[in-house]
């Protein structure tokens, strides 16, 4: 009998992956994850496999799901099989295996999630280990007696198994059926309902036994009974939200404003932008790619002055951000009028905070489809970095990400940072965090950054601009191309 059913807390653990030591549970943080086993490396069904989950990550991310692969190898097989998988899966589209891929050659996590395969005698390597019950070597093992499984684990935020699959060796795994099921357990926690059979995102869906039809009648006004114990409802294919998801005022019954995560879902379509908080300042970079080649991409523009200390980069929606980015620049125009001097970075990104949550109150208007990274200097905080998302939420950062690979480059991110990281480094470090998910050629066309330095002493006291008007020296600007140029030579 498996040692591990759904609803078990999935065990921790600490390991060796493909992108540095993890613990487990930290790893998943609040995200979903998948964990999906092998029996070794440059297996061919496995290759294709990881292929395809290599190029499904977008849709791994939309979801908020994290993914795994665990392989009874070293990472050094781990590495040149990568290189392999990524060449092969060409042939289909981009491919970029970048998730993190466990090295177990002991097999203790593989005997802790019980996928080892201890029936078939002969199903062992030569230090007589069994092979993961996920699948054997086809060079080890042509002929597929059926005992061998795949196992595929979905794990909520919680750290609770929520489902396990497991595939025989000579069958690839169907990730649509994976996503399809995700849909349903986020469905089903997020409101009343269950899914029938064959059901697929956007079709009707089953009202959870639970609710009365009194209730039923207030949360989903279209519901059909069948049957005293099978009721049906609609639920809009882009609106998990059902009757609340059109509405900006009324939250739903798992208390969630559900046009605000359409809003964050259109921020994870837009490019990835991201920031990093230095000792001595503070970079903020992004994809600038144009649509077609007719555009004149010298007109886009990705990275913001606000006023000479604060910058802005964003993802999401390009008109959105240019009706932020003007009230910004009036705000801080003011606060200079009245006080003399430029707004701090927290008080600015409050003020942009706050008008993006008064979007959230009023019927008749929707929540901006942007998020925000605020970067600037004053001499209250010094080099402050905060992220504003669509809800009006806003929070200080030594680095984070927003946008499409906004969980890789996190992840990134937290290998690579750390507190003493100069200037130079954070900008190196924000070119390699882009090319992690980057497609196409980085190009100084393609690329934007923009810095924040801390001014020296002699400059806080002496160094002003402007004449008459005493403005201070700009601490926030943007590299030209040149300079973006010289840094991906480096």
């Known amino acids: 009998m498996p040692s ?263 921020v994870s379509q837009g490019t990835t932008s991201l920031g990093i908080k230095a000792s001595n300042g503070i970079v903020i970079a992004t994809e600038k790619k144009s649509s077609s080649i007719l555009i004149d991409d010298s007109m886009i523009e990705k990275v913001a002055v606000v006023c000479p200390n604060i910058g802005i980069v964003y993802s999401g929606m390009g008109p959105d951000f240019r009706v932020l980015i003007a009230r910004a620049r009036k705000s801080a125009q003011a606060y200079w009028k009245i006080y003399g001097e430029y707004p701090p970075t927290k008080v600015l990104t409050q003020e942009i905070a706050t008008i993006m949550q008064e979007a959230t109150q009023s019927g008749g208007v929707r929540p901006f489809g942007v998020s925000l990274l605020v970067a600037g200097y004053d001499i209250h905080r010094g080099p402050c970095l905060y992220q504003v998302d669509p809800s009006g939420s806003f929070w200080a950062w030594k680095a984070s990400a927003i946008g499409k690979n906004m969980v890789n480059a996190k992840t990134f991110l937290e290998k690579r940072y750390n507190d003493d990281i100069s200037l130079e480094d ?23 950054i923009g810095v924040v330095t801390v001014p020296t002493v002699d400059e806080l006291d002496t160094a002003k601009d402007g004449g008459e008007t005493a403005r201070p020296r700009p601490t926030f600007r943007k590299l030209t191309e040149e300079e973006v140029k010289d840094y991906l030579a480096l």
């Not at 062992?124 to 059926?146: Q, V």
């Not at 954070?426 to 934007?448: D, N, P, R, S, V």
Request: proline share 6%; charged share 25%; with cysteine.
């Open 426 to 448: 954070a900008i190196h470090t924000a070119l390699l965090t882009l090319k992690e998910g980057f497609e196409g050629q980085m190009t100084e066309k393609t690329i934007e």
């Open 4 to 266: 591990l059913r759904l609803g078990n807390i999935a065990p921790d653990f600490q390991a060796d992956t493909t992108q540095g030591r993890i613990s487990f549970h930290e790893w998943i943080g609040d995200s979903w994850a998948i964990l999906f086993s092998h029996p070794g490396d440059f297996t061919p069904v496995c290759t294709t496999e990881l292929g395809e989950v290599a190029r499904r990550v977008p849709d791994f991310a939309k979801r908020n799901v994290k993914v795994i692969g665990i392989s009874a190898n070293g990472l050094g097989d781990h590495y040149k099989w990568v290189e392999d998988i990524n060449d092969y899966g060409a042939k289909f589209g981009p491919t970029n295996v970048q998730f993190p891929i466990i090295a177990d050659e002991d097999r203790k996590i593989s005997t802790l999630y019980d996928m080892l395969d201890e029936q078939d005698a002969t199903n062992r390597d030569s230090k007589g280990l069994p092979f993961t019950a996920s699948l054997i070597s086809s060079l080890a093992r042509p002929h597929f007696d059926g005992q061998q499984i795949r196992t595929v684990f979905v794990i909520d935020p919680k750290k609770v198994i929520r489902l396990t699959i497991a595939y025989p060796a000579s069958t690839g795994r169907n990730f649509d059926e994976v996503l399809r099921v995700i849909d349903s357990l986020q469905l089903g926690d997020k409101y009343k309902v269950t899914t029938p059979v064959n059901w697929n995102k956007g079709d009707d869906v089953i009202v959870h036994p639970s609710v009365t039809n009194e209730e039923a009648k207030k949360l989903f006004p279209e519901f059909t009974i069948h049957k005293p114990y099978l009721r049906t409802t609609p639920l809009a294919v882009d609106a998990d939200g059902g009757a609340y998801s059109y509405s900006l005022t009324v939250f739903s019954p798992s208390g969630k404003l559900v046009q605000i995560e359409h809003a964050l879902a259109a």
